[in-house]
């Protein structure tokens, strides 16, 4: 895995601070694992078959399921997980979950407070590049993590660009082992 803190799009400037990189899945657990109220951003490009043998929307409903967090489908994204007989995703457009996420004062979709990381998967990168922005340059102590292809400087913590394969490792990296604890 070549691990390079360069955005996907390369005339996009984040600005002093980055993401740091993931180079190691474990990075993620370790991370959900220290959350006391996580939540999951899944985009509408989950439902595309991008990472080898299975969709991106896939590991959502296995993350879900195996330690419990909560997930909100943007776009149309919650037809793919109707689709896949999982009722357990909140529907929000994006730019509404990005801005309800600045609010320190929501008490989030299950009335817990505020969440203390958001993990982000299967938004455009542009739009993950400004809702991102937004939460680093406004939000109160929310860690935000990118589980994209490529490498996004607004998050907390991001993967540097990755081929497929790679990626697809990473996650199955990352589920095992939640599943194993």
Partial sequence: MSAKAEPWQTAEIAGPKKALLILKPVVVV?????AKNPILIVGHLATETDSGNSEMIDYAIRMNKTIGIPVVATAHTINGFIKKNFHDANWMSAMEIG???QDSSWVGLDGQGPY????FMGLPYYMGFVILSGLKHFSNN??????????NPHATWSFPNLNVKDWNESFEKILSTLEGT
């Fill in 99 to 101: 801005n309800r996420l």
């Fill in 30 to 34: 370790a991370m959900l694992k220290k």
């Fill in 142 to 151: 929310l860690k935000t993590i990118s589980l994209n292809r490529f490498y």
């Fill in 116 to 119: 203390d990381l958001a993990l």
